[in-house]
């Protein structure tokens, strides 16, 4: 037997492990990037611009530079020829066939600042009080320039960007605008429906941090940085702005307090403190505050849209029409084309046969912060716009919410939509049957009547969402203009006593990684969960990586890891063939045991991986030593999860506020690894999607272009009495191309929860005369749209 083997309870593949990671979190011995400080560090304050849109005439670093403990104050002029700007990772191309305009988006600015926040200078000094200090004694000479924030006004607006006069990056489309047209005009029925998606504001509980080093006796650099996926920021970083041999530079990301997606990109800061780590030979740390986070942290979603929905008389629907306006904000960050076209339009087939499609989509620069990818990053703002759209076209035609959907849902897999993407498998019908009945529907006229005498108004909304998760394939998405690969990398090593190290290329900054991925493979080796250890983080320590976002990690670098356990157990099969002098053909393994097909003769695990570290037991002429292996991941697919949201909510008509009363979801995610993590994953996205429907909103000051929703105080978060008892529960169709089955549910609550919640709320107002609401339904709002329905 090997050193590790015991009796211990192995774990099995849909079994609610506890998380390991989480006493070190609970107990506090977390280690995030703030918590780290190097030998000779020092600090880095940044010089924001107060204002949305200015020429900048002069800077003035005298006074500051000065000031006791400064070090080096850098400005746009100090880094002109000595590195590029920031990169867009996806290119558009516009209906007319050129490319999207791409206007410089430099690391500190250089003529002009394009919104409140943009970085101006960076101030170097020995404490960050120091720097902070000096920051505020840097004087910049400003020429304000006219403003624009509503990217409903951007098209009229004075220009950010020689690049762009009108101020348009790109406009796209997708489908076939005369089919559908021609659609329309024969159609028994349209819906139609104007929305607006509000901008939100991401809030980690860790704000952004880095720290930049450098070593002379190396020529190494090392980035410490809250990051979702280190690999890719080294070489956004390398290749593309600083133009620095890759080998040379590290990215660590240790613990990291959640990201949403704003952690994803390559930020100014990152790429500052690198390069100044070398020019004043130690290391410098930034951490920003929550103001600062909130000026600064790339924003998501943003979007105003005209949508309509042909019928024929009995609700079945014909063509869908769709245009969008998708704010940008002032500059492209790294994924931000890619949200409102590829990872928007083509999710608005939904769950529905609808024939034929037509999305067009015009992007915008407005005076803003940046905007890109924010949990569910399109997919949340396509089922908002068709399950709005959907609830009303019911209401019209006066079905049920339940009766127009089944009515349409699709039915035969595989299925190709109109708008690129083809669902492997589903069960939509099966997701929406199980929401009624937890929901108790059929109670819902009881419930109304009794909330009806209390003089409060009862309202049921549905959800039907779906969502394409693990973004693939490569050559596809490089097709559509992704400017890197998008597969995935996986290495396992064994040990001689027969425990195992993962290193992975995702990132766990919440998702409970280092117990799910422990489980897959312990379970297919057949040892305990205590025994797999997973390194994430470090491009130091792992091949590659392309992070984690997109709910991808257990369906692209969990396959990944099956693949690299694929050849694991392929020459472990060969090494216990030959101690128990059979072919390896003869040789099956299941349970941490190899065993002669036929026979009571086995071997276990942990011997065999003995072995592999003491080879004069096998001939060393046909296997070499060793038990590790590394897999690359390219999936052939998207993943579809999907599922049907139930929201109850009761409305007090004289003050506007909004209860909700129940909450049922019912998602397919395919394979489920751990239940218990996978809830955690649920609840947390619908409080996410709650927060975006009732109170959430990003409001900047239409004249000035000044950030009113700058903290807490302004940018209302859910709290604990604001979220209801969540019903849960799945149906199980797995992911037919994957070898786990699996489809990620980290995006879901977020993508279904919104539509959800907005229809249950206009559901109850329907009697008041209300018709139209946007997000976020906050009492003022509310009880403004019940005023403005008197007769």
Not at 176 to 189: G, L, N, P, T
Not at 228 to 254: C, D, S, W, Y
Not at 731 to 752: D, Q, S, Y
Request: hydrophobic share 40%; net charge negative.
């Amino acid at each position: 037997m090997g050193a590790n083997d015991n009796f211990a309870t192995l774990p099995h593949i849909g079994e609610a492990v506890r998380r390991k990671e989480d006493y070190r979190f609970l107990t506090g011995s977390g280690q995030y990037t703030d918590d780290i400080n190097l030998a000779h560090q020092r600090y880095a304050a940044f010089v924001r611009s107060p204002h949305a849109h200015a020429r900048i005439k002069s800077v003035d670093t005298a006074a500051a530079a000065a000031m006791p403990g400064v070090a080096r104050i850098f400005t746009g002029a100090d880094i002109v020829g000595k590195m590029n700007g920031l990169p867009c990772g996806w290119l558009i191309t516009s209906t007319d066939g050129t490319p999207m305009k791409e206007p410089p988006h430099p690391v500190l600015a250089l003529d002009k600042v394009r919104y409140v926040g943009d970085h101006v200078a960076m101030v170097v000094a020995d404490t960050l009080e120091q720097a902070r200090d000096a920051a505020e004694a840097v004087q910049v000479d400003y020429e304000v320039l006219p403003a624009v924030v509503d990217v409903r006004d951007a098209a009229k607006a004075t220009a950010l960007h020689d690049a762009a006069p009108d101020n348009n990056c790109y406009r796209w489309a997708i489908g076939d605008r005369s089919q559908v047209d021609a659609v329309f005009a024969k159609a028994a029925h349209v819906t139609k429906l104007d929305l607006i998606n509000n901008r939100l504001i991401p809030n980690a509980i860790e704000p952004r941090t880095a720290i930049g080093s450098y070593s002379r006796a190396t020529g190494e650099y090392t980035l410490y940085v809250a990051n979702q996926n280190p690999h890719v920021e080294r070489l956004l970083m390398t290749a593309f702005v600083l133009g620095l041999p890759e080998h040379k530079v590290r990215v660590i990301a240790p613990d990291v307090g959640g990201g949403f997606g704003s952690k994803i990109f390559l930020y100014a800061e990152d790429v500052a403190l690198t390069w100044a780590a070398k020019q004043l030979n130690c290391a410098i740390k930034w951490t920003a505050d929550r103001s600062e986070a909130f000026l600064s942290d790339a924003h998501g979603r943003d979007h105003a849209t005209h949508a309509e929905m042909a019928m024929d008389g009995q609700g079945k629907f014909l063509a869908l029409r769709v245009h969008t306006d998708a704010n940008l904000g002032a500059y492209l960050s790294t994924f931000a084309t890619a949200v409102p076209t590829i990872l928007y339009a083509t999710l608005l087939a939904g769950q529905y046969t609808t024939p034929q499609i037509y999305v067009e989509v015009d992007a915008w620069f407005t005076n803003t912060a940046p905007v890109d990818a924010y949990r569910g990053a399109g997919r949340p703002e396509a089922t908002y716009v068709l399950e709005r759209l959907i609830t009303r076209a019911a209401w019209e035609l006066g079905l049920p919410q339940d009766e127009i959907r089944e009515r349409n849902f699709i039915t035969q897999f595989p299925y190709q939509t109109p708008v690129a993407l083809q669902y492997d498998v589903g069960d939509y019908h099966g997701a929406l049957f199980k929401a009624n009945a937890l929901a108790d529907v059929k109670g819902f006229a009881q419930r109304r009547q009794a909330s009806e005498a209390k003089g409060l108004k009862r309202g049921l909304g549905y959800s039907s969402y779906i969502e394409a998760c693990g973004i693939a394939p490569s050559n596809i998405a490089g097709a559509l203009g992704a400017r890197a690969g998008l597969f995935e990398c996986g290495e396992i090593r064994v040990h001689p006593t027969g425990s195992v190290t993962v290193f992975t290329g995702s990132h766990s900054h919440g998702q409970g990684h280092e117990t799910t991925f422990a489980q897959v493979v312990a379970a297919r080796l057949g040892i305990p969960v205590e025994n797999v250890d997973v390194v994430h983080g470090d491009t130091g320590r792992v091949p590659f990586g392309m992070g984690t976002y997109g709910s991808r990690s257990i369906s692209v670098g969990g396959a990944a890891i099956m693949k690299a356990l694929d050849k694991i157990e392929t020459k472990a099969k060969k090494i216990a063939a030959h101690l128990m002098e059979a072919g390896d053909g003869d040789v099956e393994f299941s349970n941490g045991e190899f065993r002669i097909k036929g026979t009571d003769k086995t071997i276990s695990f942990g011997q065999v991986a003995l072995t592999a570290y003491v080879p004069h037991n096998y001939p060393l002429d046909k296997l070499e030593p060793g038990l590790n292996e590394t897999a690359f991941y390219d999936p052939t697919n998207f993943t579809f999860p999907a599922g049907t949201y139930i929201c109850e909510v009761e409305v007090d008509p004289q003050t506007g506020v909004v209860k909700i009363e129940r909450f049922t979801a019912v998602d397919d995610f395919g394979t489920i690894i751990n239940p218990m993590i996978v809830e955690g994953q649920v609840h947390g996205g619908i409080v996410q999607g709650i927060g975006q429907a009732l109170m959430e909103n990003c409001v900047y000051d239409k004249d000035t272009g000044q950030l009113l929703t700058g903290s807490f105080m302004d940018y209302a978060m859910p709290r604990a009495d604001d979220v209801p008892t969540m019903t849960l529960d799945t149906v199980c169709t797995p992911c037919t191309h994957n070898p786990l089955g699996t489809k990620g549910c980290g995006e879901a609550g977020a993508i279904g929860a919104p539509p959800a919640v907005i229809n249950a709320v206009l559901d109850a107002l329907k009697d008041l005369g209300v018709r139209d609401l946007d997000m976020p339904a906050s009492p003022s709002r509310v009880w403004e749209a019940i005023q403005a329905a008197k007769p």
